[in-house]
């Protein structure tokens, strides 16, 4: 369940499990703190195809195909074969930790900053994989990524840097918020100004064995990613939010038709989530051997091993090597189990594609704004996902690849600290160092194969020039104002020494230069090329539908309320008036649902703990709502 939730998965999950295991025999809080984390990146998987909404930041890439899937009415093969991939990853990686906490520890040990720094440029040159069909798009958005994570506190000096005079961005956006931004909002208002379904045929259709020969077809591909999985799950820090799209990155690269990738293409999830389930098993190695944690819910898992008394490190393998096979028992029969619960809960769960989607959006509208809450529990917090969410809308109406962005975000603390880190400690002679020097030729070759794919297969589309329409417009003006944005925080670098402003004012000359092209190629365009298309279509939509910017507004006008009568009674009232008068539901339905909402909303402040912000009007008059309005 805590998968199937957006926004909270495993780390939340384990938050929210330590209470229970205080006191508790080590055995069974282990079995039960791996038995939550273990499948998460399995129940992960309903949101993500049935809805867009990745379930947690490991099931992201799933997004990208499995929706499409979905949205042609194929959800039960999308699921199938997504469950198998899951569970075979998940035993995978249990199998690899049983040999490698034995075998691993003098390869972590030489894994050094020189050697992290590398692994990231590696996953940033999966970027010009993940670009639809512009290298400079791809760039350009992966350098837009880094200068958001230029937002707030600089790592290393702790100085300010470019927070706009908002005390919210003293601290980097959440990631959370930033993956909301940029894959939820963006599908829930391209289908709410389709209309209809999710599933395009209003059917829910029968793939569940085509799933499994789907998975049997591509076996090796699966197997590989799961590799893939065990061994970016091994590095600390690195694994947990981008080990999704690197196995994404590389089921393409390694592929001939690359371009039914993006469209739903079944490959597209069977990467991700076998590697997503076998990164568990690879992170837990440096979790047990060193103590270091693999990953956030990793770090969560560790504190839970000091509140039952265990303390992990070499010595666990000497004196406790019971507890050791028990973790890798439990994750192996967590996934089996998981798997399981969630092939018979498929058939119910996956009807929700065919109900009209109009009655869903706010419920999920509702959920994105409960999820981005949980991030800082601030109004910042729903402010920065309304902001982010615009431009989610339009990179997805002119063709920029969101994914791009999402990667240079995530990496782009662990880009500026392993900079410093790597020259501080070794200069230029981590050049030298023998891992780096292979995980520099496996990231030349990558950008190598990208480049000569981009040559050989990049064909001018057919359809009318987005520079000869009205198409055009908006577009000159979306790249300004990224221009704008990079300038902003080119000036503000030069306000700060060395340390603080060098990330982002390379960042910032980096988005400069590859927008340079891409606004050449507009101005001397003279027929559509694949680098304008709009490759999504997202700025379609049916004929007398309302716009994008319609619907942006009214998750404008469900923030303004939330802020007028309260978050609780906001999002209740945004519900209420949108089943009323845009899905036309009668009134009794209508409140209803809006209840049901508010009931849930009750039950997850009672078990997280946390209070909804109140509004203006509840301030002013002091007013003590009983529970669940509170």
Not at 58 to 79: C, H, I, N, W, Y
Not at 184 to 194: F, G, S
């Amino acid at each position: 369940m805590v998968g199937v939730l957006p926004g909270l998965g495993g780390t939340a999950g384990l938050a929210l499990l330590l209470p229970f295991i205080f006191g508790m025999e080590p055995g069974v809080a282990l079995a039960m703190m791996i038995g939550l984390t273990a499948v998460t990146t399995t129940s992960d998987t309903f949101p993500s195809v049935l809805m867009g909404i990745p379930g947690t930041s490991g099931s992201q890439a799933t997004v990208l195909d499995g929706f499409p899937m979905s949205k042609r009415g194929e959800a039960t093969r999308a699921l199938s074969a997504a469950f198998v991939s899951s569970l075979f990853g998940g035993i995978f990686g249990a199998f690899v930790l049983s040999f490698a906490v034995f075998a691993a520890k003098p390869i972590i040990l030489s894994i050094g900053f020189g050697e992290q720094f590398m692994l990231v440029v590696l996953a940033l040159s999966m970027v010009g994989i993940l670009t639809c069909v512009s290298i400079w798009k791809g760039l350009a958005a992966c350098s837009m990524g880094l200068m958001l994570g230029a937002l707030g506190a600089a790592p290393l000096s702790g100085v300010r840097r470019a927070t706009f005079g908002s005390e919210y961005l003293l601290d980097p956006l959440p990631l959370v918020v930033v993956g909301l931004a940029m894959f939820a909002t963006p599908e829930i208002i391209d289908l709410l100004r389709r209309g209809g379904s999710i599933a395009e045929t209003g059917k829910l259709g029968s793939g569940w064995l085509r799933g499994f020969r789907d998975w049997l077809s591509n076996w090796w591909l699966s197997l590989r990613c799961a590799a893939i999985g065990c061994v970016v799950g091994a590095l600390p820090g690195l694994g947990g939010s981008v080990v999704d799209w690197i196995a994404y990155g590389h089921a393409v690269q390694t592929t001939k038709d690359k371009e039914k990738y993006g469209t739903g293409d079944v490959r597209g999830v069977i990467a991700p989530e076998s590697a997503n389930n076998a990164k568990e098993g690879g992170a837990l190695v440096p979790t047990i051997l060193l103590g270091i944690p693999g990953s956030g819910s990793m770090a969560i898992l560790l504190g839970g091993l000091v509140l039952i008394g265990v303390e992990p490190g070499v010595e666990l393998l000497t004196e406790d090597l019971d507890l050791v096979y028990l973790v890798i028992f439990s994750i192996a029969a967590a996934n089996v189990v998981g798997a399981g619960i969630c092939f018979a809960l498929s058939p119910k769960i996956a009807k929700l594609t065919t109900i009209r989607y109009a009655l869903l959006a706010p419920f999920m509208l509702g959920l994105v704004f409960f999820a981005a809450f949980q991030a800082t529990r601030s109004w910042g917090d729903l402010v920065a996902l309304l902001a982010l969410s615009a431009l989610g809308v339009y990179m997805k109406r002119f063709g920029w690849p969101r994914p791009a962005l999402l990667i240079g975000f995530v990496l782009a603390e662990r880009v500026e600290s392993s900079v410093y880190q790597t020259v501080a400690l070794y200069g230029i002679t981590f050049l030298q160092r023998p891992i780096v020097i292979g995980l520099l030729i496996l990231t030349s070759l990558s950008v190598a194969a990208a480049v000569f794919h981009k040559r050989t297969h990049s064909t001018p589309m057919t359809g009318d020039s987005p520079f000869t329409n009205r198409r055009a417009g908006p577009q000159w003006l979306f790249l300004a104002g990224i221009a704008a944005f990079a300038c902003f925080i080119l000036w503000d670098a030069r306000n700060h020494n060395q340390l603080t402003g060098l990330y982002p004012a390379v960042a910032a000359w980096s988005a400069l230069a590859f927008l340079a092209p891409l606004g050449l190629g507009m101005a001397f365009a003279r027929r559509p090329g694949p680098m304008f298309h709009d490759a999504e279509r997202g700025g379609g939509g049916a004929p007398g539908r309302p716009s994008a910017e319609f619907f942006l507004g009214l998750l404008l006008a469900m923030l303004l309320l939330s802020a007028v009568i309260g978050y609780v009674l906001g999002v209740a009232s945004f519900i209420f008036l949108f089943l009323r008068f845009r899905a036309g539901v009668n009134t009794a339905h209508a409140f209803a649902g809006a209840a049901a909402f508010v009931l849930l909303l009750g039950v997850l402040s009672d078990q997280l703990t946390l209070r909804y912000p109140l509004g203006l009007l509840q301030t002013w008059l002091g007013l003590d709502l009983p529970w669940p309005l509170q």
